[in-house]
């Protein structure tokens, strides 16, 4: 069969260009106790808060992200813990770190109705049309991203053909974790 040549588009998300107008209420609703009373009272009150300022906010607090869609094998690994907000390795630039509303199972220190609430607010917030860059797919594209730094979402509805994607992982993330700071 020819390559896909209808129906397929992708959005990606800037999860870096998002973060600094992330809406204050939801900042606040995201900063654990701990962090808001050891936070310097002018951080709480700016009316423009830096990736530190953030971090410092927010740190403590992760999402469990859960796999969806596919079925594991006995000893695979289901969820993993990640930090709402994620420092780039090689870049220094925060992110925020999400995923799916169906993936973000829970935000520590959250209830499930908070965090569905957050998640939906935190996705509304980052998927801004603002925000994204759309692809619409020709034979012979090439289209590449930083998962660590961008939400996808591709649209498949109405797709003519087969659709052929290779996915490249790099050991830059782990690499330049063990050797940050």
Do not use: F
Request: proline share 6%.
């Amino acid at each position: 069969m020819p390559p896909a040549t209808a129906g397929i588009s992708a959005a990606i998300a800037d999860a870096v260009k998002a973060l600094p107008d992330v809406p204050r209420e939801l900042v606040l609703r995201l900063a654990s106790d701990q962090a808001l009373a050891v936070c310097d009272p002018v951080i709480r009150m700016s009316p423009l808060l830096t990736d530190a300022d953030l971090l410092e906010l927010l740190s403590g607090r992760s999402i469990r992200h859960v796999v969806t869609g596919v079925k594991l094998d006995d000893g695979d690994q289901g969820e993993a813990e990640h930090p709402v907000l994620r420092v780039h390795p090689l870049t220094g630039r925060t992110s925020l770190y999400l995923t799916s509303p169906a993936r973000c199972a829970a935000i520590t220190g959250l209830s499930e109705q908070e965090t569905a609430e957050t998640v939906a607010l935190l996705l509304e917030h980052s998927t801004r049309p603002d925000n994204l860059y759309r692809h619409a797919w020709s034979a012979g594209d090439v289209v590449m991203w930083d998962n660590g730094c961008v939400l996808h979402r591709a649209d498949h509805e109405g797709v003519v053909g087969d659709r052929v994607m290779h996915r490249g992982m790099s050991l830059g993330y782990a690499l330049a974790g063990r050797h940050a700071g």
